[in-house]
């Protein structure tokens, strides 16, 4: 009897963490989506809102990826196949909150699957639910979902489904995520690079590692091989100048970012203020993956691609 009730009360106790959550996640994409559009209105936010909205538009009356902004081609900045889904809404309408909506709902849906991750490595539904509602908390995301519009709020919701599912060793929607997760922007192989080393190190699933790996290398030599080179309006790349001092072009850079770990050592430690941002970018995870070699290593390459660059910020 006493087991009984020990299992009812957890399960009753389950049920309201569930649903904070579930009404956590509502406010947080009614809050924002009102915002951000409240924000919009009065032309105080939402930088890059006018060259997305209008190539997501476009690419639905014929224009693919043309961008009214800045008179290019979408694509030749940044490769972003997600934003079609955009596209998919104007065949239908006009109305440009949408575009808000969207990047609220992705921005807060990503709070679930990091539940989950959070609830199996926990094994407490409450501490993973203080988990949740910290990155709804986070003042980053917030100012993301308030100052800003990019197709990289779609980043979350992806990368954490993709960990979950690898985690389950479902490796059907590990594919489906990650695919997702790849069609957010250009950079994104470096971000799936990571679940690749977690998945040999540390779920020794090394064929499905492989395969990661693989889909990073493709999808980044079509970006920059084969896309940019078409679409460019530029020598090449636009964003690689921002590693300009690590030589020319996308390719060249790559290279040399292999072959010259002092020289980028150098320029990490340079001067105290982008030690400082270190030490910002740091607090943000709570320092926890420096807790773990394959968290640090999973992290490695998305943080050089923001700290050796020339355009860094925080």
């Not at 694509?75 to 239908?92: A, D, K, Q, R």
């Not at 990503?110 to 409450?126: S, Y």
């Amino acid at each position: 009897m006493k087991e009984d009730n020990k299992k009812s009360m957890e399960a009753g106790e389950s049920i309201i963490a569930r649903l904070i959550l579930a009404l956590s996640v509502v406010f947080f994409i009614s809050w924002f989506t009102y915002h951000s559009i409240d924000n919009w209105s009065v032309m105080f936010t939402s930088l890059d809102f006018a060259h997305i909205d209008s190539a997501a538009y476009n690419t639905a009356h014929g224009k693919f990826m043309y961008s009214n902004a800045k008179m290019i081609n979408f694509w030749s900045e940044h490769i972003t196949p997600i934003l079609l889904i955009v596209s998919g809404f104007y065949f239908f309408s006009d109305g440009y909150w949408f575009i808000f909506f969207f990047q609220s709902f992705m921005l807060g849906l990503a709070a679930v699957p990091l539940f989950l991750i959070a609830r199996d490595i926990l094994k407490n539904e409450w501490a993973a639910l203080f988990i949740a509602l910290g990155y709804l908390a986070n003042g980053k995301v917030q100012m993301g979902a308030l100052a800003d519009y990019h197709m990289w709020s779609c980043t979350a919701l992806f990368l954490f489904s993709a960990f979950y599912a690898m985690s389950k060793r479902r490796w059907g929607w590990y594919a489906l995520f990650s695919i997702l997760l790849l069609s957010v922007k250009e950079d994104a192989p470096a971000l799936l690079f990571g679940l690749g080393l977690y998945s040999a190190f540390v779920m020794k699933a090394y064929r499905q590692a492989v395969y990661t790996w693989l889909l990073c290398a493709f999808v980044a030599a079509v970006s920059f091989l084969v896309v940019f080179p078409q679409l460019r309006y530029w020598d090449d790349y636009k964003y690689a100048t921002y590693y300009g001092w690590l030589g020319d072009g996308a390719l060249n850079i790559a290279l040399n970012f292999i072959s010259s770990p002092l020289e980028m050592i150098g320029k990490l430690t340079q001067g105290g203020a982008r030690i400082k941002a270190w030490y910002s970018f740091s607090l943000q995870y709570g320092f926890l993956p420096f807790l773990s070699p394959i968290g640090m290593a999973m992290l490695f390459l998305p943080s050089m691609e923001l700290f050796l660059s020339n355009y860094w910020r925080m």
